[in-house]
Structure formats: C-alpha cells, structure tokens
C-alpha cells in the first residue's frame, strides 16, 4: 500500500522569504510520480510541480523546486520569494498504476 | 475548453434522500475520479474509472455508486445520504495513468442533515 505524510499542518512564512514544506511517502512499486498540488481559499486544486521517480534531478518550476531523496521517501517543496498568492493548502501526492494518494496537507500562511 | 466541470457546487440534503453529483470533463481524458475531502482532511478516493463502461473501488466507496457510460462523463451516486457523508466531493480527470497529472473539478460542497 501506498502512504502519504505530511508532518506540518500549518506553516507561516514572511512575505519574500523561502519556506520548505515537508512530505514523506512509502510505496512498494518501482515506478511512480510525486505531485504538489495547491488549494487555495477557491478550493480548486492546481498542479504545483511533479517529480518522476526514475530521475534523480529535481524538479523546479519558476519559484517552486523539490527536494527529491528517493532512499529516504523524501518529497519536500521548497518557496522561494514568497508572495501573498502563495497562501493555500499544499498538499503532496504519489502515484501509482491508476491511483494517486494524497496527504493530509500543510496550511501556508504568507505575512505581509 | 471547459476543463473538468461539476454540478451542483452546493446541496443540502436530509437523511436518506438520495441525490447525483455531476461531473463532466471535455479533454478526452480516459482516467476519472471522485474525491471526498473532509475538513481539515486529504483528499480520500471513492471510485475511479479508466474507461467507459469500467470502474473500481477506491479507499472509501461504501454508499456511493458510479457509472461511466461515455468518456465524458462521470457520476457520483450517494443513495440514502448520512451525515458520515458531509463533505466537499472532487472529480478529475486524467489523459492516462498515474504518471500524468490530474486536472480537478471546483467540488461540491454537501451538507447532511
């Protein structure tokens, strides 16, 4: 079975500053994709970044980048530059054949 | 294009009502899928479907039911509604398995009294 962790339910950062949201996952398959989603107060669920598991780069989009240790089902999304639009639920995601499971989320709080 | 659209965005419901949630999506995708979230809560899969005419059970699917006559369409069936089942009920879909990402409905937000 597949398992999705995320230890922080809330987290708070200042406005330009970085933050780094943590996730750890167990699967027993060989393959599979790592997700960050946001949900921001409009409830709608937007893709963050994705991570193949089969590549040891990370993966980063604009001010979004993972940190991705395989041996340790380590899957953490780094912020950098925060900004006010950054406020949302950030939950993080492995997939397998046919299923994603999700964690429970992190709350980020951005303070002007 | 349109995306993943769901009907309706909120209802009430008394217990043992039944009522369908509506989900459409308008990219050809082949995978779909019903979320519940609970407050404070993940996302928790209820069914998925990789095909019309083919469906399976997710983590949570006692009291609902779906069907999948056409690519476009999924819906979400909750027959003798309980309060277990308040919640806000996401749909997505996706172009193929798990490696590819998952585009989401705005979810519909139930309440059962």
């Known amino acids: 079975a597949q398992t999705v962790t995320q230890s922080q339910p809330e987290m708070s950062v200042q406005e330009a500053e970085t933050v780094t949201l943590s996730c750890t996952y167990d699967?027993?398959?060989?393959?599979?994709?790592l997700f960050w989603y946001k949900q921001p107060p409009s409830r709608q669920m937007i893709l963050v970044i994705r991570?193949?598991?089969?590549?040891?780069q990370n993966a980063t989009e604009n001010r979004f980048s993972v940190n991705f240790q395989k041996a340790a089902k380590s899957f953490s999304l780094k912020i950098s530059d925060s900004q006010l639009g950054d406020a949302a639920m950030y939950f993080c995601?492995?997939?397998?054949?046919?299923?994603?499971?999700f964690g429970t989320g992190t709350r980020l709080k951005v303070l002007a | 294009n349109a995306g993943v659209t769901q009907t309706p965005k909120f209802r009430i419901l008394k217990i043992g009502q039944s009522m369908t949630l509506q989900c459409t999506q308008d990219?050809?995708?082949?995978?779909m899928y019903w979320y519940r979230q609970d407050p404070g809560m993940g996302l928790k899969l209820i069914y998925y479907?990789?095909?019309?005419?083919?469906?399976d059970k997710g983590e949570v699917p006692n009291g609902y039911n779906v069907s999948r006559s056409t690519t476009e369409d999924f819906p979400l069936r909750l027959e003798l509604a309980a309060p277990s089942q308040t919640s806000v009920y996401f749909c997505?879909?996706?172009?193929?398995?798990?490696?590819?990402?998952?585009?989401f409905g705005p979810g519909t937000r139930l309440t059962v009294l």
């Open positions: 995601a492995i997939s397998g054949t046919y299923k994603y499971i």
């Open positions: 997505a879909s996706s172009y193929s398995s798990g490696t590819y990402e998952q585009f």
């Open positions: 699967t027993s398959e060989s393959d599979y994709y």
């Open positions: 990219m050809n995708h082949n995978y």
């Open positions: 991570q193949e598991a089969y590549k040891q």
């Open positions: 479907s990789v095909g019309a005419g083919i469906t």
